[in-house]
C-alpha cells in the first residue's frame, strides 16, 4: 500500500518506480517445475523496467513440521536482475539440498521492501540404499545422517546415540528446547526424539543443557485441558497420536515428580496418557487413517509409533503400535512405485506431491525396501534405523511387484468407510484412487487419484479441482494439492473414472486440472479431449469430457492443463506397454474410443474400454456390462490380490508368495 508515499516524501516517480518492480516481483517463478542439475533460473514475463537486486535471505528445503530450523541456514545471496530480462540464473543445483526447496527474497526500491516467496523441486542424484539386509541399509543410513547432520532433533538423537559430535548435538537440542518453551505449533512433534534423548542420552550433555531439558518436559502443555493459551494444533490424528505418546513418556520417565504446568505428577500423567493411547488405537484398528497414504503424516505417525515399540515400559501399547507400524509399512509398500511413494491421500501438499522419493515416506521406503535416498528428511528414518523393528517380510513384495503379476489391493481408511481405496500396480507404473470420497462436498487436501510411473521420480500424473491460482501457495486446496469440489471416483483394476460438478460449490475456479510434467515422460501428447502418457514401459490414457488445454502461465506450460467445467468428467488407464509399436497401438486405439457424458443427468458411460462398457453416475451406480460394481471388502485391513483373484487380506499371504 503505497497511498501514504507522498506524504513521506516520495515523488510520483518513485511510486511508478515500486509499482512496476512489485509487478515483475509478484510474477518471478522458478523456470522449471522440477531441476536434476544446473542452475534455477528465476523468469518473468514481465521485464523490470530498471535494474534490479535481488536478495535471497533464505534459501533451502521447505520447512517441515517440528524443525528447529537455526544456525544451519545459508548466508544471504544477492542476484543482479538487469533492466528488459526476462530471467536471472540464481543458485546451482549441485550445491543445493534436495527436495521441495524453497527461495525468499527481497528487493529494495524507492524505501520499500518487496518480498516474496518461491518454491521449484530439486532432484540430483540420489544415494542408492539396493542389495544388502535391512540391517545393512539402516547402518548406511545412519553413517549418513550423522555424516550430513542436517538441524533437527532426530539428528542430535543418532549423534548422541554414536558417541559423536555431542557438540553439534547440543547446539541442536538447544535450539529444539526454545520450541518446546515456546509451545510453537508441532513442538510436540519435538518431544518424541526429546524423550528418547532423556533417557537414553542425557548423561551425554553438559549439566545446564540437561537441566534445561528436564525442565522443559516438566514444564510442556500436554494436552488441550492443561494451562496454556498458545498457537499449538491438537485436533488431528497425528497431533492427537504425538501429544498423548509425549505425556505417557515424559510421565513413565519422571513418574514422581510434579509437572510444573500442570501440578499432577508424573504417574498421574502416565496413566492418563495411557488411556487415550489405547482409545486412539481403537479408533485407528477399527477405522483405518483418515490421513491415508500422505507423504506429510505417515512419518509423524511412524516416529512417534517406532518411538512408543522402542520406549513403552507396557507391552500391550508395544505391540499395539508394532501391529500399526505393520499396516503402515504394508500400506506404504503397496503405494511406492520406483522409489516414491504416492497414491490416493487423504491429506496432500504441494511439497510433498512435487518432491519424488525427496520426502519423508520416501525416506522411510528407500530404508525398509531399498531405492533412492536423499539426506535431510530424517525424523522417522532416524527413529527406524535406531529401532529393532522389522517391517513384514512380503511388503518388500508389495513395492516391488513381479513382472506379469499385477498387484490389485482394495480397502478402506478413515471414519465410515470415508476412503475407499483402489490400487492397480505393475513393476513400471500404479494407479490409485479414493472412491465414493464426500461425492459434491467441498474438500480440502483430499488427492482423490494418482498415477506414478517407475521411470523417474516426475513422471507423475494427477487431477485435481484447484483452490488457488498461486503457485506453491498455502491454501488448502491450494493450485496442485487437493480438491475443492470432490468428485464421484470410480476404479476397476486399471481404469478409473471421474466426474466433476463444479456447480457444487459457489464461487470455485471454473476448471478441473490434469497435471502431468513434460520433462519427465518419454512421451506427452495433448491432443483435443486425449492426453497420452509414456514413461518406460508403460503408458497412460485419459480422455476429458472437455478440450484439455495447456495452461499458459509459467511454470506450468508444460505441466498443467485445464478442463473448463462446470461438469467434467474423466477416464484414465494405464498398463504396460515396453514395445513402442505396442504403445503406439494401445494410443490409436484409445484415441478412437469416443466416451459419452451427459453432463445434464452426470453421467459418463465408456462402452468397448478394453472389451467392457462402463457406466458412471454422479448420484447413482457404476457399472461393468451393466451389472452394478459395489466397492469391497469394506474393511481398514489392506486386502491384495497378487494372482488376479478377489483380494484377500495382506497377513493371510505368504512372505514368498
Not at 523490470?48 to 537486486?53: E, R, S
Not at 520450541?179 to 518431544?191: G, I, K, L, N, Y
Not at 483405518?288 to 522402542?310: C, K, M, Q, R, V
Amino acid at each position: 500500500d503505497l497511498s501514504g508515499a507522498d506524504a513521506s516524501g516520495a515523488t510520483q516517480a518513485d511510486i511508478a518506480r515500486v509499482d512496476a518492480a512489485i509487478r515483475t516481483v509478484e510474477t518471478l517463478e522458478a523456470d522449471a517445475v522440477f531441476y536434476e542439475g544446473g542452475r534455477i533460473a528465476l523468469a518473468t514475463p514481465v521485464p523490470p523496467a530498471t535494474d534490479l537486486t535481488l536478495e535471497l535471505l533464505h534459501f533451502g528445503q521447505s520447512q517441515r513440521g517440528g524443525m528447529a530450523g537455526g544456525p544451519s541456514n545459508p548466508a544471504p545471496v544477492s542476484v543482479e536482475m538487469k533492466r528488459g530480462a526476462t530471467s536471472v540464473p540464481v543458485l546451482d543445483v549441485s550445491t543445493l539440498p534436495a527436495g521441495c526447496f524453497e527461495i525468499d527474497l527481497r528487493v529494495r526500491i524507492g524505501g520499500c521492501d518487496i518480498d516474496r516467496r518461491i518454491g521449484t523441486t530439486l532432484l540430483p542424484e540420489p544415494m542408492h540404499l539396493t542389495g544388502g539386509t535391512l540391517a545393512d541399509r539402516k547402518a548406511k543410513t545412519l553413517d549418513a545422517i550423522a555424516a550430513y547432520a542436517s538441524f533437527e532433533p532426530c539428528v542430535a538423537m543418532v549423534l548422541l546415540a554414536r558417541g559423536e559430535k555431542t557438540d553439534r548435538a547440543a547446539e541442536i537440542i538447544a535450539a529444539a528446547l526454545t520450541t518446546v518453551e515456546q509451545r510453537h505449533d508441532c513442538s510436540d512433534f519435538t518431544m518424541a526424539p526429546l524423550l528418547r534423548i532423556w533417557r537414553d542420552s542425557r548423561d551425554a550433555l553438559p549439566p545446564a543443557l540437561r537441566e534445561r531439558l528436564h525442565s522443559g518436559i516438566l514444564g510442556y502443555r500436554y494436552w488441550l485441558g492443561e494451562p496454556g493459551n498458545d498457537a499449538m494444533w491438537f485436533w488431528s490424528e497425528n497431533h492427537v497420536l504425538c501429544f498423548h505418546l509425549a505425556q505417557y513418556l515424559a510421565g513413565s520417565f519422571l513418574a514422581e515428580e510434579t509437572f510444573s504446568n500442570s501440578g499432577r505428577t508424573g504417574a498421574d500423567l502416565a496413566a492418563e496418557a495411557r488411556d487415550r493411547l489405547n482409545r486412539w488405537f481403537t479408533s485407528i484398528e477399527t477405522h483405518g487413517l483418515g490421513e491415508f497414504n500422505s507423504a506429510a503424516y505417515y512419518p509423524i505417525d511412524l516416529f512417534a509409533l517406532l518411538t512408543l515399540y522402542d520406549l513403552s515400559p507396557d507391552p500391550d501399547l508395544r505391540q499395539r503400535a508394532a501391529g500399526l507400524l505393520d499396516r503402515i509399512f504394508v500400506m506404504t509398500a503397496l503405494h511406492t512405485t520406483g522409489g516414491v511413494p504416492a497414491g490416493a491421500q487423504g491429506r496432500a501438499y504441494e511439497k510433498e506431491l512435487l518432491a519424488g522419493p525427496a520426502t519423508e515416506l520416501g525416506s522411510i521406503a528407500a530404508v525398509a525396501f531399498g531405492g533412492p535416498w536423499y539426506p535431510g528428511y530424517d525424523q522417522a528414518t532416524a527413529q527406524f534405523c535406531l529401532s529393532d523393528y522389522v517391517p513384514p517380510a512380503i511388503a518388500g513384495r508389495f513395492a516391488a511387484p513381479a513382472p506379469g503379476r499385477p498387484i490389485h489391493a482394495r480397502y478402506t481408511q478413515g471414519l465410515d468407510n470415508a476412503g475407499k481405496l483402489t490400487l492397480w500396480k505393475t513393476p513400471s507404473v500404479q494407479m490409485s484412487t479414493a472412491s465414493d470420497h464426500h461425492t459434491g462436498k467441498r474438500g480440502s487436501q483430499q488427492h482423490v487419484i494418482d498415477v506414478q510411473f517407475a521411470s523417474h521420480p516426475m513422471a507423475r500424473a494427477w487431477i485435481n479441482h484447484p483452490g488457488d491460482l498461486k503457485p506453491w501457495s498455502e491454501r488448502r486446496p491450494s493450485k496442485l494439492a487437493g480438491n475443492v469440489a470432490l468428485p464421484r471416483v470410480a476404479q476397476d483394476g486399471n481404469h478409473a473414472f471421474l466426474i466433476y460438478d463444479l456447480d457444487t460449490i459457489p464461487d470455485c475456479i471454473p476448471f478441473v486440472q490434469l497435471f502431468a510434467p513434460a520433462a519427465a515422460f518419454d512421451e506427452r501428447v495433448i491432443d483435443g479431449h486425449h492426453a497420452w502418457l509414456r514413461a518406460g514401459d508403460a503408458f497412460a490414457a485419459i480422455w476429458c469430457s472437455s478440450p484439455i488445454v495447456p495452461e499458459a502461465e509459467a511454470p506450468y506450460q508444460t505441466a498443467v492443463c485445464r478442463a473448463a467445467g462446470p461438469r467434467v468428467a474423466w477416464i484414465v488407464s494405464i498398463g504396460d506397454a515396453p514395445d513402442p509399436v505396442e504403445a503406439a497401438a494401445v494410443r490409436q486405439s484409445f484415441a478412437a474410443m469416443t466416451p459419452a457424458f451427459d453432463a445434464g443427468a452426470r453421467v459418463l458411460t465408456a462402452d468397448g474400454l478394453v472389451g467392457a462398457d462402463y457406466r458412471l453416475s454422479f448420484e447413482g451406480d457404476f457399472r461393468r456390462d451393466g451389472a452394478p460394481l459395489t466397492f469391497a471388502p469394506l474393511s481398514s485391513v489392506p486386502h491384495v490380490s497378487l494372482d488376479g483373484n478377489a483380494p484377500v487380506r495382506w497377513d493371510t499371504l505368504p512372505p514368498g508368495a
